[in-house]
């Protein structure tokens, strides 16, 4: 019905209904590895049908499986493995990990509550213990709290299965004491050695990375584990949510042989719908964003909050086009769109190998006890519109984001990996920023060294007054307006190249910014005390200042490198290869 039309569906869905009957063709051919077991799907979704309501509806009412929830329920229990060369895991579900991305509104939590609960009955998993994580423990409640109504309010369901009265914290078996339903919440819960049998992530795009990483990491001990996400767009395009759906789009798109285990479902407006706000605040197109359209959710009340969000603010209609619409954000005013910056991406990108070449180097030195970064744009010798830019991120070990509950994994993830340079004490290392440009201006014909007139008085003197062509800019609507509207339409036109620096992407997704009437930005964080920082961006358009500027003339004080010795590149303590270290140990 989704791929003949018969139900309205964006092209996500559409891809998703060919990849389920493409398991089923893949089931009849012989010597499958896959079958399709009538009895489990079946099995589910009498489960399904037998469990009150936790709210809505009239008291005693038990739900009614939707199209969609028929779907996933096909899917996630009927295919199982059949593979002779993994004997014990004849018969196990095929699915192991599931992302649904679905509008507010259409009961994803409690599906994701009777999933999970389902799993934890009828899998026959000895000391099955179920994780509900969520950013607080308020969001893990939303699968919670309706699982445990369920428990309680389905005639039969405690006794049948012998549970113990459902508490506000656990719902336990009393035959089996290691068998539990928890809900997580933070970092100081994450359970390190946990052997979980089914994680539920409710509203993924808000997930704190430590505990994701940790609960992804505990799953392979059992084999019927399963990874459930449900969520809905979030407002900035990173993350661990973000990844997970681009993994989703890439496996609908090549028809799922790469991940089988994943099922995936993303409901939502198609890309030229999502683009032209003309047509996605149409009504009549919101059909394809909610499977329970008419059942959970009513025309007339969504029109009515539609209509009020426009009357309200632009961050009310972005707000509704996230939460109602499944439209990704970067926030209000979010100036750069991160599927582009994506496609800029070029794997194993080498700028050493672009030795010799002309270059600007910007900085932004923003925070004394934070990140900050400096950004080298580097010119293409065939292609006077191409540039190729390599960002370096610099953070004090004592800085407190590293403290932080959602920023805290991440820049210890970004250190570990070499993205992120940690230097040692609790304020900005200067002297070791400023080594780095120097080195850089030894492997391109740097001519300029940009940086904003704030905290930049010592590495600007100092490089001045060794010879480097290096000024201070005052920010602003004049300076940095057309400079970064060229990086801008740049990274949508594809002529930026970088190298994928997960600190750079970041930064990416939090520039905001709105146009004055006169077609004039200035990029900035959503806030002045925001922790989203925006410094390699603002390096980077510094570069380009310098680039774009024609009636800037800075001159050096002696010749250039290269006039002198010619292009053999040169070498930095610990940066032979012109990579960043990792610093200091905190």
């Keep these: 019905?989704?791929?003949?039309?018969?139900?309205?569906?964006?092209?996500?869905?559409?891809?998703?209904?060919?990849?389920?009957?493409?398991?089923?063709?893949?089931?009849?051919a012989?010597?499958?590895?896959?079958?399709?077991?009538?009895?489990?799907?079946?099995?589910?979704?009498?489960?399904?049908?037998?469990?009150?309501?936790?709210?809505?509806?009239?008291?005693?009412?038990?739900?009614?499986?939707?199209?969609?929830?028929?779907?996933?329920?096909?899917?996630?229990?009927?295919?199982r493995r059949n593979d002779p060369d993994s004997p014990n895991e004849i018969g196990a579900r095929l699915v192991r990990e599931v992302y649904v991305e679905i509008p507010r509104g259409n009961g994803k939590s409690a599906f994701a509550a009777v999933i999970a609960l389902y799993c934890w009955l009828h899998e026959e998993?000895?000391?099955?213990?179920?994780?509900?994580?969520?950013?607080?423990?308020?969001?893990?409640?939303?699968?919670?709290d309706p699982m445990k109504t369920m428990v309680e309010m389905t005639p039969g369901l405690i006794e049948h299965y012998d549970l113990e009265e459902p508490t506000n914290k656990y719902i336990k078996k009393k035959n089996d004491p290691m068998a539990r339903v928890?809900?997580?919440?933070?970092?100081?819960?994450?359970e390190d050695g946990a052997n979980p049998h089914v994680v539920v992530m409710e509203e993924l795009h808000a997930q704190d990375e430590g505990?994701?990483?940790?609960?992804?990491?505990?799953?392979?001990?059992?084999?019927?584990?399963?990874?459930?996400?449900?969520?809905?767009?979030?407002?900035?395009?990173?993350?661990v949510c973000w990844n997970t759906r681009k993994r989703v789009i890439a496996q609908l798109a090549s028809g799922g042989k790469d991940e089988p285990h994943l099922l995936g479902m993303i409901f939502t407006l198609d890309k030229k719908e999502s683009e032209d706000k003309k047509l996605a605040h149409q009504p009549e197109r919101w059909v394809k964003c909610s499977p329970m359209?008419?059942?959970?959710?009513?025309?007339?009340?969504?029109?009515?909050?539609?209509k009020k969000a426009r009357s309200q603010s632009p961050a009310a209609v972005l707000e509704f086009e996230r939460t109602?619409?499944?439209?990704?954000?970067?926030?209000?005013?979010?100036?750069?769109?991160?599927?582009?910056?994506?496609?800029?991406?070029?794997?194993?990108?080498?700028?050493?190998?672009?030795?010799?070449?002309?270059?600007?180097?910007?900085?932004?030195?923003?925070?004394?006890?934070?990140?900050?970064?400096?950004?080298?744009?580097?010119?293409?010798?065939?292609?006077?519109?191409?540039?190729?830019?390599?960002?370096?991120?610099?953070?004090?070990?004592?800085?407190?984001?590293?403290?932080?509950?959602?920023?805290?994994?991440?820049?210890?993830?970004?250190?570990?990996?070499?993205?992120?340079?940690?230097t040692f004490g609790s304020v900005a290392n200067y002297n070791r920023i400023e080594e780095r440009i120097r080195f850089w201006c030894t492997v391109f014909d740097v001519q300029a060294i940009i940086f904003d007139n704030y905290q930049s008085n010592q590495i600007i003197s100092s490089l001045f007054d060794d010879?480097?062509?290096?000024?201070?800019?005052?920010?602003?609507?004049?300076?940095?307006?057309?400079?970064?509207k060229d990086i801008f339409a740049k990274i949508n036109g594809g002529l930026l190249r970088h190298d994928g620096n997960p600190v750079t992407g970041w930064m990416a997704a939090n520039v905001v910014g709105y146009f004055d009437k006169r077609d004039n930005v200035l990029p900035q964080k959503e806030s002045p005390n925001s922790p989203y920082r925006i410094d390699g961006i603002s390096a980077l358009i510094a570069a380009n200042v310098a680039r774009n500027d024609k009636m800037l003339d800075i001159k050096r004080r002696h010749e250039s490198i290269y006039e002198k010795r010619g292009f053999h590149g040169g070498e930095d303590s610990g940066a032979r290869d012109g990579k960043q270290g990792t610093g200091s140990d905190r």
Excluded at 44 to 69: C, M, N, Y
Excluded at 182 to 190: F, K, L, P
Excluded at 367 to 378: F, G, L, T, V, W
Aim: net charge negative; aromatic share 12%; proline share 4%.
């Design 467 to 484: 010879g480097f062509p290096a000024a201070q800019m005052q920010p602003g609507f004049k300076t940095v307006s057309d400079p970064a």
């Design 125 to 144: 998993e000895n000391g099955s213990q179920i994780f509900i994580g969520a950013p607080k423990e308020e969001q893990a409640k939303y699968v919670y």
């Design 293 to 306: 359209w008419g059942i959970t959710l009513s025309k007339t009340s969504l029109i009515e909050r539609h």
């Design 182 to 190: 928890r809900m997580i919440s933070s970092i100081a819960e994450r």
């Design 324 to 422: 109602r619409l499944n439209l990704w954000s970067n926030g209000a005013g979010g100036l750069i769109d991160i599927q582009n910056w994506d496609a800029c991406k070029v794997d194993g990108l080498d700028v050493m190998a672009l030795r010799g070449r002309t270059a600007w180097i910007g900085g932004d030195l923003a925070s004394k006890n934070d990140i900050c970064s400096i950004a080298i744009e580097i010119d293409d010798e065939e292609n006077p519109d191409l540039v190729t830019i390599h960002c370096e991120h610099f953070v004090p070990t004592r800085c407190p984001s590293f403290k932080h509950e959602e920023f805290g994994p991440m820049y210890d993830n970004w250190v570990k990996n070499g993205f992120l340079e940690a």
């Design 211 to 239: 505990l994701f990483n940790v609960m992804d990491s505990s799953l392979g001990k059992r084999v019927n584990n399963l990874f459930l996400s449900i969520t809905t767009a979030g407002n900035r395009a990173m993350g």
């Design 30 to 79: 012989p010597g499958a590895r896959i079958f399709f077991s009538d009895a489990w799907a079946c099995d589910f979704l009498d489960f399904f049908e037998k469990i009150r309501l936790p709210s809505g509806g009239k008291q005693g009412d038990t739900f009614v499986a939707q199209p969609f929830q028929i779907l996933i329920g096909c899917w996630l229990f009927g295919f």
């Design 1 to 28: 019905m989704i791929i003949k039309g018969k139900i309205a569906a964006c092209l996500y869905l559409k891809q998703a209904a060919k990849r389920y009957l493409d398991l089923h063709d893949e089931c009849k």
